[in-house]
């Protein structure tokens, strides 16, 4: 035996192992002080993290809040205020209905448009749903549309039997400048109003007024989109308007009216003036053209003129204040065709049997009432209603063709 190699061999032995036992005693110990500092690191992190959502809090509290208020205040605007609203009118109208003296229904001081779309129809929802008799009512409005509340008041006023044309102009433009363009309270021009009716009508003796304050109220809400289309319907009642008794002498047996005014939906432009002007030549060439231009400034807007456009007829002096309104409704009763700015009188046509066509420029404040007016139409079975973009005017000429096969009317 070799004693030299064996013990050579058992020396490498015990120094492997010496080795071994010294790199596992390293790594134990390393482990110990990992676990030793994250025993340590671990609660001071916990703190530390307490300590940051504890600064956070307010925070985040806050931005909850913000949330919860503005939820809350979307919810008063668009539901309770509105329910509110209804409520307060609806028991405005119930103590109009108790008793059995005359009620003023006005004064009527904003668009034709309004009028025929929503105002007359809320009167024919107010006077079915509160039982009151038409006998009651006054009507109070302007421009000789007495027709227009046949059925709906025994008695009309006219504003231009109360006021000179100018006084009542300039002090309906005052009234437009202090920020009532749509009525939405009584103001001091009303008070006068109903004094003057009181005094001429109603011996001075004061009567409650119905006013069109309670329907803008009602209807602004519906408007914005915070009430539904059967919120709508079910305060209004839809009827057809009979053509007037009267209508103006010297009117072509098949001719369009045309009525082109200033505004919104159809501004002032030279562009617009030469797309209208052309518009109203063409269909001068397919039938009579006659223009309710009526030269007067009651209101804000102003009409487009076509005095030198062949096969066209102006009403002129036909037209006075006072029965201005009246001398229109009976031209468009009469007409095959009604062409005009979309708005004010463009929804009465259909309402009267006459085929209309509402051009715009610009539809950004249309769409609840064109949508309104479809409705309205349908229910009492109207007339047609076409709309037409003016930018469309160039590109298809397609007003001669309505005009000449869709739009021959028979009258007796």
């Known amino acids: 035996m070799n004693v030299r190699a064996v013990a050579v061999n058992l020396a490498g032995v015990a120094a492997n192992r010496v080795n071994r036992l010294g790199r596992h005693t390293v790594r134990r110990a390393r482990r110990l002080w990992r676990g030793g500092r994250k025993a340590i690191d671990g609660p001071v992190h916990a703190g530390r993290r307490a300590a940051a959502e504890a600064a956070a809090w307010p925070a985040r509290a806050d931005k909850t809040f913000t949330k919860v208020r503005k939820r809350v205040e979307r919810f008063q605007e668009h539901v309770v205020d509105p329910w509110l609203e209804q409520r ?35 009167l024919m929802w107010m006077l079915d749903r509160y039982r009151i008799a038409p006998e009651r009512l006054i009507a109070v409005s302007r421009g000789g549309v007495a027709d227009w509340y046949r059925g709906i008041a025994s008695r009309y006023v006219d504003l231009l039997d109360l006021f000179e044309p100018g006084d009542f102009a300039a002090r309906n433009a005052a009234r437009r400048d202090g920020g009532d363009q749509k ?63 009267a209508v103006p002498r010297g009117l072509p047996d098949r001719f369009a009216a045309v009525k082109f005014y200033t505004g919104p939906a159809l501004p002032d432009t030279a562009a617009h003036r030469g797309m209208l002007r052309a518009l109203v030549s063409r269909v001068a ?3 009579p053209v006659v223009v309710l231009n009526t030269g007067l400034t009651l209101d804000e807007h102003r009409d487009f003129t076509f005095e030198d456009v062949p096969n066209t007829t102006m009403l002129g002096d036909a037209l006075t204040p006072a029965t201005n309104l009246a001398i229109q409704t009976g031209v468009i009763a009469r007409a095959s065709l009604l062409l005009g700015t979309c708005g004010s009188l ?46 469309a005017v160039e590109a298809l000429d397609i007003v001669p063709q309505l005009a000449a096969a869709g739009f021959d009317r028979q009258r007796a």
């Open 88 to 122: 307060d009118v609806e028991r405005s109208l119930a103590r109009l209905a108790r008793g059995r003296g005359p009620i003023v229904v006005g004064p009527w001081l904003s668009e034709v448009g309004y009028e025929v779309l929503y105002w007359r129809p809320f």
């Open 183 to 245: 009525q939405l309270s009584p103001g001091e021009f009303d008070a006068e109003i109903v004094r003057r009716v009181a005094a001429r009508h109603l011996h001075g003796r004061a009567a409650p007024l119905c006013h069109p304050s309670f329907m803008f109220r009602l209807f602004r809400r519906f408007w914005f989109g915070d009430r539904s289309l059967d919120f709508f319907l079910n305060h209004v009642r839809f009827e057809r308007i009979a053509p007037p008794a």
């Open 285 to 287: 060439e397919t039938m």
């Open 346 to 391: 463009a929804w009465l046509g259909p309402m009267i049997g006459t085929p209309t066509i509402g051009v715009y420029a610009d539809d950004r404040f249309l769409a609840p009432h064109l949508f309104v007016a479809r409705h309205a139409y349908r229910l009492m079975e109207a007339a047609s209603f076409t709309t037409l973009d003016l930018a």
